[in-house]
C-alpha cells in the first residue's frame, strides 16, 4: 500500500503515544482510547498522566528557561529552529493531517491546508523572533537615560481544546518559542495526537531539551493542575467561556500568573442590501459550516437587511443544502463529524429548542445517517428573536440563526446584542457603511466582504467575555513577555544627603 492510500484507510489497530517529557518520549501510564468521530473506529491511545508528570514537565520547562539555553539564544538563532520547524511539518504534513482528522472528524482536505497555516505560523513566528525589539526614553534629560526591554515571561502552560487541535497549537507556540519562554502543553484530552507529534518534530528542529513538553489527560486534573501550578509564570487558556472563568479564579488563588484566555464566541454576520448577495451567502454559508461550526469564530448570526431578507435567505439555503457532508477521510467531503457524542448532543438540543421557540427551520434540522459515526446537516433558521437560546448560546455547530434589521444603527445594536467580542463580518459595497460598521461592532477579528480570512501575521483575540490578550503575530510574541524599565544615570549623582 502506498502511502496516498494508507492516508486514506483507517488504522488496522490504534496508534499508542506516549507523552513527552524533556525532549523524550515517556510512557507505561494507563491509556485513553479515542474512536475516530467519523466513523466509531478506535485510532489512538494516549496517556493519563498524572499530576507527579505534570509537575516533572513544569521543573523540565522551568531548568530550561533558567540554563538560559533558549531564552538566552539570539533571535537569529531561535528563528533558524522555527524555520527548521517549518520545513520538517512540510515533510511530515499530509501525516499529521491524518491523524487530526482521525482524532477530530473534520475533512483531511480542510486538515491539510490547516497545516500549511501551521506552517506558516512557524515562518511568521522566525520574523518575529528577529524583530522582536524593547524600546528607549531619549527624553528623560541629560542626566538619565531610559531603556525598555521585553524580557520572555518564563514557562508557559498552554491549554487547547478540540476543535483545530494543531492548528490552534500552531498559532501560538512558535510565538511563545520565538519570545524566549519554555512551555507545558495540555492539549484536549480527545484529540492530543498532533500535540504529541509537534514534539518530535521540534526536536528534530533542534530545539534544547525541557523548552516544550506534552501532558496529556483530563481538564479536571492535569488541567486544573497546570492553572494553579504555582511554578507556571503564564496560562494560555483556549477554550470555553465556563473553564475560562475557572482558570481565572484558579490563577488568582495560586500565584497570580499572567493570563491569556481566547474563549467562546456568537459572531454576527451583518449582510447589506447593496452587497453582492452570492458572495455574502457564500460567505455565511462557509462562516457557519466550515469546521461543522465547531470553530470560535463561526458566524452564528446572520443579521440580514429587511428589504433583502426573504432574497438572501432563500439563496443561502440553497447552497447550504449543496454542502458536501460525509466521510472525513474522503477528498470531496466538505464538512465532516462532529468531534464529541456530547457536542453531538448540545447541537442537536438546541436545534429543538430553535424549533421550539418558534424559528422556521429553511434548510437542515436534523443529524445526518450515514450508517457509523455523527454529522449534523448544515441549519439555517429564519425568523429568530434575540431572545431565543438560538440567538444567544454558542451552539459550536453548524446552526446559522437569522434576524432583519432596518437602519445601521439597528444593525450595530443586534451585533453588540451579545456577552461575546471575538469576530464579526460585514458585507456591504458603500465602503462608508462598512467601516462605520467596522468600527462600531466591538470583536477582535472584523471581516468586510470576506470571512475567515487571514494570517499569523495578524494578531487573534477578543473583546469582552471572548478573552484577554492576543496571540500571533508581533502582538503574540510581545504577549508572552513582561517589560522592563530600565534607568541609567548619566555623569555625577546629584546628592540627597547635603
Ligand atoms: P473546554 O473549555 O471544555 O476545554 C478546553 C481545554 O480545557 C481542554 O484541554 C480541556 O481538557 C481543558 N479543561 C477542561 N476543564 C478544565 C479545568 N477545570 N481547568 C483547566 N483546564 C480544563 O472547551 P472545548 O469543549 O474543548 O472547546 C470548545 C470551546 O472552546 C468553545 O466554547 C469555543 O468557543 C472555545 N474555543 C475558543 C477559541 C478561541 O480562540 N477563542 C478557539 C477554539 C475553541
Not at 115 to 139: K, P, T
Not at 188 to 211: C, W, Y
Not at 453 to 466: I, Y
Request: hydrophobic residues 45%; aromatic residues 8%.
Amino acid at each position: 500500500m502506498d502511502q496516498r492510500t494508507t492516508l486514506h484507510s483507517l488504522p488496522q489497530a490504534p496508534r499508542e503515544f506516549g507523552f513527552w517529557l524533556d525532549g523524550a518520549w515517556e510512557g507505561g501510564r494507563p491509556l485513553f482510547e479515542r474512536a475516530s468521530p467519523g466513523h466509531g473506529v478506535a485510532v489512538t491511545l494516549t496517556p493519563k498522566c498524572t499530576v507527579a508528570d505534570l509537575d516533572a514537565a513544569v521543573a523540565a520547562a522551568r531548568r530550561a528557561f533558567e540554563d538560559r539555553g533558549w531564552a538566552g539564544l539570539s533571535g537569529a538563532e531561535r528563528a533558524a529552529v522555527l524555520l527548521r520547524a517549518a520545513e520538517i511539518l512540510r515533510r511530515r504534513r499530509d501525516e499529521i493531517a491524518y491523524w487530526e482528522v482521525l482524532e477530530n472528524g473534520k475533512p483531511i482536505a480542510q486538515a491539510r491546508g490547516e497545516i500549511d497555516h501551521c506552517i506558516a505560523c512557524f515562518e511568521v513566528g522566525a520574523g518575529a523572533a528577529r524583530l522582536l525589539h524593547g524600546d528607549s526614553f531619549n527624553s528623560l534629560g541629560d542626566g538619565l537615560f531610559g531603556m525598555v526591554l521585553r524580557e520572555p515571561v518564563g514557562v508557559v502552560g498552554l491549554i487547547t481544546p478540540w476543535n483545530f487541535p494543531f492548528l490552534i497549537l500552531c498559532e501560538r507556540v512558535p510565538f511563545i518559542l520565538a519570545s524566549g519562554c519554555t512551555m507545558v502543553v495540555k492539549p484536549s484530552e480527545v484529540t492530543s495526537a498532533t500535540s504529541l507529534m509537534l514534539g518530535e518534530v521540534l526536536a528534530e528542529a533542534g530545539l534544547p531539551k525541557g523548552v516544550y513538553n506534552v501532558v496529556t489527560g483530563s481538564g479536571r486534573t492535569i488541567g486544573q493542575a497546570l492553572t494553579e501550578h504555582p511554578d507556571v509564570d503564564m496560562l494560555s487558556f483556549t477554550g470555553s467561556t465556563g473553564v475560562g472563568r475557572s482558570v481565572v479564579h484558579a490563577a488568582a488563588d495560586s500565584n497570580f500568573k499572567k493570563l491569556g484566555l481566547e474563549l467562546g464566541g456568537k459572531n454576527p454576520i451583518i449582510v447589506f442590501a447593496d452587497a453582492d448577495l452570492e458572495d455574502a451567502a457564500d460567505g455565511a454559508a462557509f462562516g457557519i459550516s466550515f469546521n461543522t461550526g465547531q470553530c470560535c469564530v463561526s458566524s452564528s448570526r446572520l443579521i440580514v437587511d429587511r428589504r433583502v431578507a426573504a432574497e438572501f435567505e432563500a439563496i443561502l439555503a440553497a447552497k447550504m443544502k449543496r454542502i458536501v457532508v460525509g466521510d472525513p477521510l474522503d477528498e470531496a467531503t466538505q464538512v465532516g463529524a462532529i468531534t464529541t457524542d456530547a457536542q453531538n448532543q448540545t447541537i442537536l438540543s438546541y436545534i429543538d429548542k430553535g424549533k421550539a421557540e418558534g424559528a422556521k427551520v429553511l434548510t437542515g434540522g436534523a443529524a445526518i445517517e450515514l450508517g457509523r459515526g455523527s454529522y449534523i446537516a448544515p441549519t439555517l433558521f429564519s425568523g429568530v428573536t434575540p431572545d431565543m437560546a438560538i440567538a444567544r448560546d454558542e451552539i459550536f455547530g453548524p446552526v446559522l440563526s437569522s434576524f432583519t434589521f432596518n437602519t445601521t444603527d439597528e444593525a450595530i445594536r443586534l451585533a453588540n446584542d451579545t456577552v461575546y467580542g471575538l469576530a464579526a463580518s460585514v458585507w456591504s459595497k458603500n465602503i462608508d457603511t462598512a467601516l462605520t460598521v467596522s468600527r462600531r461592532v466591538r470583536a477582535g477579528r472584523f471581516w468586510v466582504n470576506c470571512i475567515m480570512a487571514g494570517g499569523p501575521e495578524m494578531p487573534l483575540g477578543g473583546f469582552k467575555q471572548s478573552g484577554w490578550g492576543r496571540e500571533a503575530g508581533v502582538y503574540g510574541v510581545e504577549e508572552y513577555t513582561q517589560v522592563k524599565s530600565v534607568h541609567v544615570e548619566i555623569g555625577k549623582r546629584s546628592h540627597w544627603i547635603k
